[in-house]
């Protein structure tokens, strides 16, 4: 007898380590300053388009939610070893964390996109010839800058902790330009439209998608279940139109 339940026991375990989830709770792992995605309010209050869809999600999974912010440059590992259950914060697809990760379908469009002062003279890409350059440490925002031919030509690239330290040093002329998250530089800008800009040419499309730990199928398939429904009863429209005054989930 006491064999057979310590068999029921370990059974019941492995379950909840295949699914992801303990005691019915999901840890999400974000980056608390990539507005509008994942930040905190004036009430220290983390909010965002990413927060909304993620509880909505996670609702509709029939579990709990708790938000960890994380070092992003750490974020694969705070997956793998089981600190966070899932990197749900403007995470792009690529081909080299889908090697390390688990993707759901993407969900949005982006693209990197260079962010200048207002009254900067450069204009184009090839302007940033010899130029100081930010950037978010092991971002996509370095993969697409290290992929694109001016890599060879800008002057310095500086790795910031988050994108609103690299945008305080644009702002006091540290650096020339920062790459960044379409979605995050537009917001940015919407808030202060008179202090960036931003350079008409782009450096790389991408999409976001959720990252799962590898070898967990299950939860994998279950939250794609609930995306797929939010979509369908257009709930994500909403969460959407609520942060960008438009339907961009995919």
Same mark, same amino acid.
């Given at each position: 007898?006491?064999?057979?339940?310590?068999?029921? $026991?370990?059974?019941?375990?492995?379950?909840?380590?295949?699914?992801?989830? #303990?005691?019915?709770?999901?840890? /999400?792992?974000?980056? +608390?300053?990539? !507005?509008?995605?994942?930040?905190?309010?004036?009430? %220290?209050?983390?909010?965002?388009? +990413?927060?909304?869809?993620?509880?909505?999600? &996670?609702?509709?999974?029939?579990?709990? =939610?708790?938000?960890?912010?994380?070092?992003?440059? $750490?974020?694969?590992?705070?997956?793998?070893?089981?600190?966070?259950?899932?990197?749900?914060?403007?995470?792009? /697809?690529? @081909?080299?964390?889908?090697?390390?990760?688990?993707?759901?379908?993407?969900?949005?469009? *982006?693209?990197? &996109? =260079?962010?200048?002062?207002?009254?900067?003279?450069?204009?184009?890409?090839?302007?940033?010839?010899?130029?100081?350059?930010?950037?978010?440490?092991?971002?996509?925002?370095?993969?697409?800058? $290290? !992929?694109?031919?001016? %890599? @060879?030509? &800008?002057?310095?690239?500086?790795?910031?902790? +988050?994108?609103?330290?690299?945008?305080?040093?644009?702002?006091?002329?540290?650096?020339?330009? =920062?790459?960044? @998250?379409?979605? =995050? $530089?537009?917001?940015?800008?919407?808030?202060?439209? @008179?202090?960036?800009?931003?350079?008409?040419?782009?450096?790389?499309?991408?999409?976001?998608?959720?990252?799962? #730990?590898?070898? *967990?199928?299950?939860?994998?398939?279950?939250?794609?279940?609930?995306?797929?429904?939010?979509?369908? %009863?257009?709930?994500?429209?909403?969460?959407?139109?609520?942060?960008?005054?438009?339907?961009? &989930?995919?």
């Amino acid at each position: 007898m006491w064999v057979l339940l310590m068999i029921m $026991a370990i059974t019941v375990l492995a379950g909840c380590s295949a699914s992801g989830a #303990k005691d019915g709770k999901l840890v /999400i792992g974000i980056d +608390d300053k990539f !507005a509008p995605m994942g930040f905190r309010d004036d009430n %220290n209050e983390i909010v965002g388009f +990413d927060i909304d869809y993620a509880k909505a999600a &996670v609702a509709q999974m029939g579990k709990e =939610v708790t938000f960890q912010p994380i070092d992003w440059s $750490a974020k694969e590992s705070e997956l793998n070893s089981g600190r966070i259950d899932m990197i749900w914060n403007g995470y792009t /697809i690529t @081909d080299e964390r889908k090697e390390k990760v688990l993707f759901t379908r993407p969900y949005l469009e *982006n693209s990197q &996109v =260079v962010v200048v002062l207002a009254d900067s003279p450069l204009s184009g890409l090839s302007d940033l010839a010899g130029k100081e350059i930010g950037l978010q440490s092991l971002s996509s925002a370095a993969d697409a800058l $290290a !992929a694109s031919p001016i %890599n @060879d030509t &800008v002057g310095h690239v500086s790795e910031f902790p +988050d994108n609103v330290l690299a945008l305080t040093d644009l702002k006091t002329k540290r650096l020339d330009a =920062v790459i960044i @998250d379409e979605v =995050v $530089a537009r917001y940015y800008i919407s808030k202060e439209p @008179d202090t960036f800009k931003l350079l008409e040419e782009s450096l790389a499309p991408e999409q976001y998608g959720i990252g799962i #730990k590898k070898g *967990n199928e299950a939860l994998l398939e279950e939250l794609q279940k609930a995306l797929d429904e939010l979509s369908s %009863n257009g709930k994500a429209a909403e969460i959407s139109n609520t942060w960008f005054g438009e339907n961009k &989930v995919l």
